[in-house]
């Protein structure tokens, strides 16, 4: 089953590098067609739908990368800088992968109304970043993942527990980027709706490591869901957190004081969730390795 | 009040070697921890609870004042 796995997302990542290409090709025919708002056949807007194929592909193919990091490292004597690198790596492709249709969406919807789509900045260096990601996980795939850096058996998970810190930092540090754009963009955007589909988007890799740590305590033979030095390190960071965190909203209030009822009243939870899930992270990682 | 300035010290990595050289690992895997918290015990960084120390030191067959210590900070 390991080996079916294996060599299926091989083979989705070579699928999605040819896609990558693919739609290089059909944006090369599209944009400037787009840009000069000419029309447009049915055949050629069905392209679309090609790219939006090779999206899901590469989704597919970055959660199963995503999967087999995290189960390497489940077991890895250290992680290492290179294996952070990739998880961040990984996280950021995922995440763009949502930001890919949603630009192709806004790009397809200001065409039709006639308006510029300066959205085209952004998707061809996205898209070459997910490409060079790829290429990177397949080499991975390949030859990255060697048994000799593993214990044989790990009774008590403590990696795990670290990479859900990275990612929590990861997606954290995002959460707070997207919802800070709100006060510098207040009027491009229909706030409530991009906020909390933006944050609900940006927890999504945050929810699935914690999903596996959760489904690896389950399967645990020792006693509890931390160790006592676990703990200790949790007591630490959550106290940080909840100091931090206090002054934190005291300081949004206060700044927004005389004008509560706008664009803060939109921002304010995106703002304190991802605070609190980067501090809180950072803290238990910062805490892990101090001690 | 007088000031506390003693810290736990411990033999625990002597211990391993002594014991076919366990490796931290192994170990935290029998006294059911996790790695990272053997590594901060043996660094004196991290004080275990009663309950783990008699653990550890049933592992290695010794008494708890064997393994761990008390020295001035």
Known sequence: ?291 | MEKNNQQLANNLRKYRFEHNEITQQDLANKVGVTRLTIHSIEKSKFSPSVFLALKIANIFKAKVEDIFYLIKK
């Open chain 1, 1 to 291: 089953m390991k080996k079916i796995v294996h060599y299926s997302t091989i083979v989705l990542g070579g699928v999605s590098l040819i896609s990558f290409i693919i739609d290089y090709f059909i944006f090369a025919e599209l944009r400037p067609k787009m840009i000069n708002f000419e029309a447009i056949s049915q055949n050629q807007e069905n392209l679309i739908l090609v790219v939006g194929a090779g999206l899901l592909i590469f989704l597919a193919f970055c959660l199963l990368s995503l999967l087999r990091v995290v189960q390497y490292l489940k077991k890895a004597k250290k992680i290492t800088p290179v294996y952070s690198l990739l998880l961040v790596l990984g996280v950021l492709c995922l995440l763009f992968v949502f930001s890919d249709v949603a630009l192709l969406n806004d790009i397809n919807k200001q065409y039709k109304f006639g308006l510029e789509q300066p959205e085209w900045l952004l998707v061809y260096p996205i898209m070459a970043f997910q490409f060079l990601t790829a290429i990177i996980f397949i080499v991975f795939h390949l030859f990255g993942f060697k048994k000799e850096n593993q214990f044989e058996d790990v009774a008590k998970d403590s990696n795990i527990f670290l990479v859900a810190q990275y990612i929590g930092i990861v997606c954290g540090l995002l959460g707070l980027a997207s919802a800070s754009l709100g006060f510098f963009f207040p009027r491009a955007w229909n706030l409530h709706m991009h906020t909390t589909i933006g944050s609900i988007v940006l927890l999504i890799p945050y929810i699935l490591i914690v999903g596996y740590w959760l489904s690896i305590k389950l399967k645990e033979k020792t006693r509890g869901w931390y160790d006592e030095k676990q703990i200790q390190d949790i007591g630490k960071s959550s106290f940080m957190t909840l100091v931090a965190s206090a002054v934190f909203m005291i300081s949004l209030f206060a700044a927004n004081y005389n004008n509560l009822n706008g664009v803060v009243s939109a921002l304010w939870l995106s703002l304190y969730l991802f605070f609190v899930l980067t501090l809180f992270s950072f803290g238990n990682l910062y805490f892990s390795r101090k001690d």
